[in-house]
């Protein structure tokens, strides 16, 4: 009844829109982590790969082994690894971004102990953002240190913290100095240097001067570019859809839902929906928050949304038992919905449960 429906084309048209703003020596890193942002890890990844996607980037290495599970063999770097995933890591061969002295000092023990070479590794450097990541003194201790360690270093990078604010920013420009600074100093280090990169989707679009080698693609893919002109030149791949199930006439003075969330003001017909906050449709909508697309119409989402349903004011449309209903797609976009929850299109995406079913359009 609910689907999650995936524009493969639109995918393409992303990529290439992306790939188009780029140099085209830069190399593209497509974020695929919490299962590609809620949509679905394993098909879009093979399209992706098929349509030239240098790197697969995932949160946790778990993820990575699902991809290696399912037959994809590109580099896939883990961003986030964890102390007690290093031994499946190196087992599935992915590539760790080291984020601190002690997770670099673990990961060459254990590479050590499994008399591993050369394994290829990035280096994430907090340059403000103040999450993961090692300081400069941390960065430029593992230089002095750096032919001790059995790494091939392949990429080193940071993240932005603000890449969509309006330009100047004055807490970007620090971060972007930071790290030109520390890619000078691994510059001259290495005869042969890693690649760097900075860029995430919003960066992208406003600091394509710091592209570099690289750049980390995530939300971009899926059609979001947290501006809403750059959102119009990209196009969202996913469409919820769901049907009416029931449809009730209500008396005036009747209440919908848990704890009565609704009073219907006069008659009225009112449809339920089979998705819930259990689907990743949260208790932010309801009670006049959010509503539906049924025949062309907007209908309200009434009441406090349930576990496994959700119901809809259908008073002033013309609709029927079975009758589809569309919570987002390209008019009506998963940005706009989310924005009405005062949450984000990333939040909405990542938090669609793996019970609705996704079905990919080619
Ligand atoms: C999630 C993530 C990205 C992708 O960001 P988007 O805004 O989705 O393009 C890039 N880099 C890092 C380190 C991330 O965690």
């Known amino acids: 009844m609910t689907q999650l429906h995936l524009d493969l084309k639109k995918l393409t048209h992303n990529f290439t829109t992306l790939k188009g703003r780029l140099k085209a020596t830069t190399k593209i890193m497509a974020v695929v982590k919490a299962d590609a942002y809620g949509l679905g890890?394993?098909?879009?990844?093979?399209?992706l790969i098929s349509l030239g996607t240098d790197w697969l980037a995932v949160a946790y290495a778990q993820e990575g082994i699902t991809l290696r599970k399912a037959g994809i063999d590109c580099p896939i770097v883990v961003f986030y690894p964890q102390f007690e995933r290093i031994d499946s890591i190196i087992n599935n061969n992915l590539e760790p971004a080291l984020f601190s002295t002690a997770f670099i000092e673990a990961f060459a023990t254990a590479l050590k102990q499994k008399k591993r070479m050369n394994y290829p590794v990035h280096l994430k450097c907090n340059t403000g953002l103040n999450r993961i990541g090692l300081s400069a003194s941390e960065v430029d201790d593992f230089l002095t240190k750096k032919n001790d360690y059995p790494f091939r270093l392949k990429s080193v990078y940071s993240h932005l913290g603000a890449s969509e604010d309006p330009r100047p920013n004055t807490f970007t420009q620090k971060q972007i100095t930071s790290f030109l600074a520390i890619k000078k100093k691994v510059e001259k280090t290495f005869t042969n240097p890693p690649l760097f990169h900075l860029l995430n989707t919003s960066?992208?679009?406003?600091?394509?001067?710091?592209?570099?080698?690289?750049?980390?693609?995530?939300?971009?893919?899926?059609?979001?570019?947290n501006r809403a002109e750059w959102d119009q030149l990209l196009q969202p791949i996913a469409n919820l859809s769901s049907r009416v199930v029931q449809i009730h006439l209500v008396q005036k003075g009747e209440s919908v839902g848990y704890n009565q969330g609704w009073i219907a003001q006069k008659e009225s017909r009112i449809g339920v929906l089979p998705l819930g906050?259990?689907?990743?449709?949260?208790?932010?909508?309801?009670?006049?928050?959010?509503?539906?697309?049924?025949?062309?119409?907007?209908?309200?989402?009434?009441?406090?949304v349930c576990m496994d349903m959700l119901m809809v004011d259908l008073t002033e449309i013309d609709c029927e038992p079975l009758d589809p209903a569309m919570l987002f797609d390209h008019l009506h976009t998963a940005h706009e919905f989310a924005e009405q929850a005062g949450t984000i299109s990333y939040e909405l995406l990542t938090s669609l449960s793996p019970r609705i079913q996704r079905v990919i359009n080619n």
């Open 277 to 304: 906050h259990a689907d990743g449709i949260s208790r932010q909508f309801g009670k006049g928050v959010g509503g539906v697309w049924i025949n062309g119409k907007r209908a309200p989402i009434v009441g406090n």
């Open 203 to 225: 960066g992208v679009f406003n600091y394509p001067e710091f592209q570099m080698d690289l750049v980390r693609i995530g939300i971009g893919l899926y059609g979001f570019a």
């Open 41 to 47: 890890a394993i098909a879009l990844s093979k399209h």
